[in-house]
């Protein structure tokens, strides 16, 4: 018997590229063209369900046994390619960004923030985000470590309030956008703004909707004190999110701002 599993042909991965697709698009012709809100949503709401469904077949091939040391040992590696993928997805949008703010060509007036352009205020909803997710991190590590020495309700508590504050996160984001005295469609800075600020987003929703359903495992009592890869994975790629808030906070809200 090999101690690895022999993956078998799923339809999940195709799905998600085409509801995420989907998400993308409605999202910017939102935006721009004031598109119903409703198209937005209903590819949100499949997202999260294709999901959910995906993540249960990989719990339940781990209930019955499949997930050996081996095999977790090349899931994390795995996790670990996918976030370095991450990295490199946001550092397009760093680029685009400083590209074009540290040398303002004619077209943008020589200057940064471009002229007619009005920031959001650094000291508004971005500082609080930024607090909602320092505090998640330290949220998320307390569950951590709860799980790790058995602290049940300790880890159930500490989980439950990290997902909290990522849907906390999401509305004053959203809160935000409808404030904003631009547009995506407002040049280089209203582009590169949306973009790198609402690709963030789903990605707060991802880890958000990942650490829900740990959560429906933790009080499931499915994850155990030397079995909890799924945790790790999500608390993993929530970080990986707290640390691009932070390069966003400091790079396009802060100093973009100047």
């Known amino acids: 018997m090999s101690p690895f599993l ?15 697709f ?19 949503l209903l590819p949100l709401f499949l997202l999260t369900s294709m999901m959910f469904l995906w993540w249960k077949d990989v719990s339940r091939e781990s209930m019955i046994g499949y997930h050996t040391h081996k095999l977790e040992v090349s899931l994390r590696v795995g996790m670990m390619l996918f976030i370095l993928s991450e990295v490199f997805f946001f550092v397009s949008f760093f680029w685009a960004f400083y590209d ?9 007036g020589m200057a940064w923030p471009p002229k ?14 930024t607090i ?9 590590t307390w569950a ?57 987003g789903m990605h707060v929703l991802v880890g958000t909707t990942f650490l829900f359903y740990v959560f ?7 994850l155990l004190h030397n079995h909890h890869f799924s945790f790790e994975a999500a608390a993993w790629y929530w970080h ?13 809200y802060w100093w973009g701002s100047l």
């Open 132 to 140: 909602i997710l320092l505090t998640s991190g330290i949220t998320v």
């Open 240 to 252: 990986f999110v707290d640390v691009v808030w932070l390069i966003l906070f400091i790079s396009i």
């Open 216 to 222: 429906i495992l933790l009080i499931s009592c499915k």
């Open 116 to 129: 007619g352009i009005v920031p959001l205020s650094v000291y508004s909803v971005p500082l609080l985000n």
């Open 144 to 200: 951590h470590h709860s799980i790790m020495n058995n602290y049940f309700n300790s880890s159930v508590v500490s989980l439950a309030f990290t997902v909290f504050l990522g849907v906390y996160f999401l509305i004053m984001q959203w809160a935000e956008y409808a404030e904003a005295q631009f547009s995506i469609s407002d040049g280089v800075y209203g582009s590169t703004f949306f973009m790198a600020t609402g690709f963030h």
């Open 6 to 20: 022999a993956v078998q042909s799923s339809f999940w991965p195709f799905l998600i590229s085409l509801v995420l």
């Open 100 to 108: 074009a703010s540290l040398a303002p060509t004619i077209e943008l």
């Open 22 to 40: 989907s998400l993308v698009a409605n999202f910017v012709l939102y935006l721009n063209l004031k598109l119903s809100l409703f198209m937005v």
